[in-house]
């Protein structure tokens, strides 16, 4: 079975700073997607940033970025000058090539920006 | 384009009744997963249909089980509630039962068993 684990459960960045969220997961299949997802304290679920995993490159999407490590089996979400906005829960999620309907969640980190 | 909408928001139960909870996917969405998410147990997957079948199951008793209509709406069902019932279920849709397609959540509803 896939598991997902996030080694912080909170983090705290200044107003305009960069802070990395990691993550790290556990599979031995080849076909897989890993995300990044955002719970605000309103409770809806968004997707921050997702990854292929037969994609070399790390994805970013404007202030959000990731470093994949495939090998290492890490995959960690860098936040770029930080907003008030950012304030929330992350979830790192794992989604089978083979079992496409069930992602596998870590148990989050609560980012606190502070301005 | 309307998202994925859940009902009701916020729901109080009696230990032992038994509850219903309904998910519309977004527009031309297949495929409907449900998630249980606690303080303790963290985000676990209930279970997913796709055109009307259910293709996977997580690991939850018999008691939680759900179904999907032909309009893709789905509703989870969970009889003889316990206290420990008491989670926020999420649902999230997706075009296709296919890895490549994103899922999207909806706001979930609340559900506080005494």
């Known amino acids: 079975a896939q598991t997902v684990t996030q080694s912080q459960p909170e983090m705290s960045v200044q107003e305009a700073e960069t802070v990395t969220l990691s993550c790290t997961y556990d599979?031995?299949?080849?076909?897989?997607?890993l995300f990044w997802y955002k719970q605000p304290p309103s409770r809806q679920m968004i997707l921050v940033i997702r990854q292929e995993a037969y994609k070399q490159q790390n994805a970013t999407e404007n202030r959000f970025s990731v470093n994949f490590q495939k090998a290492a089996k890490s995959f960690s979400l860098k936040i770029s000058d930080s907003q008030l906005g950012d304030a929330a829960m992350y979830f790192c999620?794992?989604?089978?090539?083979?079992?496409?309907?069930?992602?596998?969640f870590g148990d989050g980190t609560t980012l606190t920006v502070k301005p | 384009k309307a998202g994925v909408t859940q009902t009701p928001r916020y729901l109080i139960k009696t230990r032992g009744q038994q509850v219903t909870l309904s998910c519309s996917p977004i527009?031309?969405?297949?495929?409907v997963s449900w998630y249980q998410q606690t303080p303790g147990q963290g985000l676990q997957f209930l279970f997913e249909?796709?055109?009307?079948?259910?293709?996977n199951k997580g690991n939850f008793p018999g008691r939680f089980s759900g179904r999907q209509f032909s309009n893709s709406r789905s509703e989870m069902n969970v009889s003889t509630l316990e206290l420990g019932d008491s989670a926020l279920y999420l649902c999230a849709s997706s075009l296709e039962a296919y890895t490549s397609y994103e899922q999207y959540f909806g706001p979930g509803t609340r559900l506080t068993v005494t």
């Open positions: 527009s031309g969405h297949r495929s």
């Open positions: 999620a794992y989604r089978s090539g083979y079992n496409a309907g069930k992602s596998t």
């Open positions: 599979t031995s299949e080849s076909d897989y997607y």
């Open positions: 249909y796709f055109s009307e079948t259910q293709r």
